[in-house]
């Protein structure tokens, strides 16, 4: 692990149902885990609520996709913002209550955030291959996202075909760039590298392949952004992690943390993973 704080997400996916949840809060409630690490879930859309009223405050929560802009007719998306503030208020209400307009336009009520929200996964593979987003429109529900205070996720990662063909780093690249055409700040993001060839497959990548990958994000950061960013943005590994293999990949420099599919609807394993921080 780096020198950043350590990092895991564990994303539910399209798993569970009432029953199955509380069950896995109440062994993540009752898990003993590490105090120095970040800890978000990312339920389904339908169980956050019921997750964020029973889930101790210790671990975060994060969505798996937001919508590019403020909503509205847009069927079956999530919108980040509510309604209220597209209200024009008169002159002078508007004049009289500016600053705290202000406020609430930055921190209001958006609908992720109002039902406990911090963070959002974007750009994961299962939306990038399955669903067909592109990188403009990932780079833009990131930019969306950030402004209205929600922090993300951001996935990159390549196919099996890809690297064998020896364009992870390309691909990799290019999809940072979807990014960085966007964001005006990385403050926020965590870089989940996630090759599609390891995801819910069984087949990890070794503590080497990440490691090598995840050097060369940071390089791409420090080449494209900055410096500071380079050396402050947490990458995490996420592709079949589980309890018994994140040890050794949290031994890597350039590992800050893990995003962990299915190993994170057993509380737990989840909890292993949490506490292999080195
Ligand atoms: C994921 O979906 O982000 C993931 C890493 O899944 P798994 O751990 O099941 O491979």
């Known amino acids: 692990a780096g020198s950043g704080k350590f990092f895991v997400g564990g994303n539910w996916k399209?798993?569970?149902?009432?029953?199955?949840?509380s069950k896995l809060v109440a062994d993540l409630n009752s898990a003993a885990l590490e105090n120095d690490v970040d800890i978000v879930v990312a339920p389904p859309f339908i169980y956050i609520d019921q997750v964020k009223s029973s889930l101790v405050d210790r671990i975060?929560?994060?969505a798996?996709?937001?919508?590019i802009g403020k909503g509205g007719a847009f069927t079956g998306e999530?919108?980040?913002r509510a309604p209220a503030y597209q209200t024009p208020l008169d002159g002078l209400r508007q004049r009289q209550i500016k600053d705290q307009l202000k406020t609430w336009l930055v921190h209001g009520a958006e609908q992720l955030i109002d039902i406990g929200c911090k963070w959002v996964i974007l750009g994961h593979s299962?939306?990038?291959?399955?669903?067909?987003?592109?990188?403009?429109?990932?780079?833009?529900?990131a930019a969306y996202a950030l402004s209205q205070n929600l922090k993300?996720?951001?996935?990159?990662?390549?196919?099996?075909?890809?690297?064998?063909?020896?364009k992870t780093f390309d691909v990799c690249?290019?999809?940072?760039?979807?990014?960085?055409?966007?964001?005006?700040?990385?403050?926020?993001?965590?870089?989940?590298?996630?090759?599609?060839?390891?995801?819910?497959?069984?087949?990890?990548?070794?503590?080497?392949?990440?490691?090598e990958v995840h050097a060369a994000i940071r390089d791409w950061l420090?080449?494209?952004?900055?410096?500071?960013?380079?050396?402050?943005?947490?990458?995490i590994y996420g592709g079949s992690v589980s309890g018994s293999n994140s040890a050794d990949l949290a031994k890597k420099e350039d590992i800050d943390g893990f995003l962990v599919g299915g190993a994170s609807l057993k509380g737990p394993e989840f909890a292993t993973i949490v506490n292999s921080v080195t």
């Open 14 to 21: 399209c798993n569970g149902t009432k029953d199955s949840i």
């Open 78 to 80: 999530i919108r980040n």
């Open 222 to 235: 420090k080449k494209s952004v900055s410096t500071e960013v380079a050396s402050e943005t947490r990458i």
């Open 152 to 166: 993300v996720i951001a996935c990159i990662g390549e196919k099996l075909d890809e690297r064998e063909a020896g």
């Open 64 to 67: 798996q996709n937001s919508w």
């Open 60 to 62: 975060d929560i994060s």
């Open 126 to 141: 299962e939306r990038r291959h399955i669903i067909g987003e592109d990188d403009q429109f990932i780079g833009k529900k």
């Open 173 to 211: 690249f290019q999809q940072l760039k979807g990014f960085a055409d966007y964001v005006t700040s990385w403050e926020n993001i965590v870089i989940a590298y996630e090759p599609v060839w390891a995801i819910g497959t069984g087949k990890v990548a070794s503590p080497e392949q990440a490691q």
